[in-house]
């Protein structure tokens, strides 16, 4: 198991926004966090990263216990996020921003990093032709596809992607789970949170569903998509 989340509580002051969810993810898998706005589904992402602490409940990575571990010492262990809303820094260039996603690689000054930046570009040859333009004049769809880049950048176990699909054109969003396709074909397992229901169940080994704080059902991509309850609350009832 590469990741294992137990009886998780998460609060905003008094406020519950997660509770006592568990639920896991295996080395080579696409899991797919589903749920309404305000389910949780951020809020756990950011639990597994370590932007947020616990209240209660244990987060299991690699056989390690780090619900407690500082976020900054993730990345070191092998966990990786691309949040939601982007987040680049804006004032640095592309190469910059792709350049920060290796801080925490003990091998940052090797061939195997001037590798993984290949296979970056590879994946998004936008982001080639854009090296040295500032990450805050870049399109959304191209931040979206910079974000992915930093996080692959750290080489990660576990790729967490935070509504990679948000704001974007229907044609960039199938690039997009394309693309999450071929990461994890290429060996990354990831952690996938999204609006787009019908795209990322598809794409998606298993899938838990969020709703108010609580995980109400799990499954294989294909028996949730297939379900008729999950169909009409999420799917747009097709
Ligand atoms: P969305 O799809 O809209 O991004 P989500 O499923 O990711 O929603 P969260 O952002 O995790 O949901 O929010 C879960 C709950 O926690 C919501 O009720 C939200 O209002 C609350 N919440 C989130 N962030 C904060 C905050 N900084 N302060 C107070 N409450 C918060």
Not at 121 to 126: A, H, M, Q, S, V
Not at 155 to 174: C, N, R, T, V, Y
């Amino acid at each position: 198991m590469l990741l294992e989340v137990k009886g998780l509580c998460v609060n905003y002051g008094r406020i519950e926004a997660i509770r006592d969810i568990s639920f896991t993810v295996e080395e080579g898998e696409i899991v797919t966090l589903i749920g309404a706005n305000g389910a949780g589904k951020t809020t756990t992402m950011k639990t597994v990263s370590g932007l947020r602490p616990v209240r209660a409940g244990s987060v299991v990575f690699n056989g390690q216990d780090i619900t407690h571990l500082p976020s900054h010492e993730r990345p070191v262990l092998g966990i990786s996020q691309s949040p939601e809303g982007r987040g680049c820094f804006v004032g640095m260039t592309v190469m910059e921003n792709l350049d920060m996603g290796t801080y925490a690689r003990p091998d940052r000054k090797s061939k195997a990093v001037k590798d993984d930046l290949e296979r970056v570009f590879e994946l998004f040859p936008r982001l080639k032709e854009r090296s040295n333009q500032a990450a805050g004049s870049m399109s959304g769809g191209e931040q979206q596809m910079l974000a992915m880049g930093r996080a692959l950048m750290a080489k990660p176990k576990l790729l967490l992607l935070d509504e990679p699909s948000m704001g974007l054109a229907p044609k960039l969003i199938q690039q997009i789970f394309d693309i999450v396709t071929e990461i994890n074909s290429q060996g990354t397992t990831v952690l996938l949170v999204e609006q787009n229901a019908a795209q990322a169940l598809k794409r998606s080994h298993r899938a838990y569903i969020l709703e108010t704080g609580e995980i109400v059902r799990e499954g294989t991509g294909k028996d949730l998509a297939d379900d008729p309850a999950v169909k009409a609350a999420y799917l747009g009832g097709d």
